[in-house]
């Protein structure tokens, strides 16, 4: 497990669990997405949306389109047609890995004017530039964002990604460049434009809870992240998640998995399932409450590996952990997204 993962756990301690629905609750999850493609204007943000209906075709017998949930709940997706694309700018794209890191992660910062609306927990799909080796163009690549929905200026006109740099050798052994990644840490400040890593939705669930002030939200329950990394060197917004932590001692706890360095008393690298192992019987005591959320983004194994902790656990309690774990899903208190 090299590359970088996350998991996080959120409870809430207030009698009611509104505080972590509102912050956490996989309704905000939805995608919209956005397409960049070489245009005469330069790199155009491109976003599908749902038609609207116009005079003359109200006047015809249609059916009624079915509302999305997530419409449905204030949650704006696909506004843009892929035919009629939105112009953003590059404001920020800086490297946030030190040099003994094993590879580059960049955090950027678009431009929006507020024409993006989005939620925190949501996706922006990207197309790089160019065609693929067929001449067609590339494919979606869905980025998790990484800023919460007021942005990282607050002012609600931009939206953030945390993008690794995806490059290795194939089994031919020549290197091969990732082609939206690349695409994107390689974008200049003021380039016009239309990853991610685990760590980006829970940096935008994080500066919500933490970093903001909001007159109908107040997060009063406890969020507490693993973080997992191979170097320290690799450490994501370190300095933030600990302000964080200075911020909020009670609200948030912070536990990092640093693979390459760490090990545990049985002298095994420090994976997040590894840490997690070290906090398993309260994990567990929290996973039983109808307020905790989980929420886990990164590597496929890393779930694997926490299945194996909670399968134990739960069996001393006469429980298949499979079966709890869908009774989980079916109450969006556990949420995936692994690779």
Known sequence: MAAMTAAAVSLSSSP???????????????????YPRRSAAGRAMRVQVSTTETAEAAAAPVKKAKISKKQDEGVVTNKYKPVEPYVGRCLLNTRITGDNAPGETWHMVFSTEGELPYREGQSIGVIADGVDKNGKPHKVRLYSIASSAIGDFGDSKTVSLCVKRLVYTNDQGEIVKGVCSNFLCDLKPGSELATGTGIAPFRSFLWKMFFEEHDDYKYTGLAWLFLGVPTSDTLLYKEELEKMK???PHNFRLDFAVSREQTNAAGEKMYIQTRMAEYKEELWELLKKDNTYVYMCGLKGMEKGIDEIMTDLAAKDGIDWFEYKKKLKKG??????VY
């Open 16 to 34: 009611a669990k509104a505080n972590a629905a509102a912050a956490l609750s996989p309704s905000s999850c939805s995608h919209f997405l956005a």
């Open 246 to 248: 200075e911020i909020a």
């Open 332 to 337: 969006e208190q556990w949420n995936v997204e």
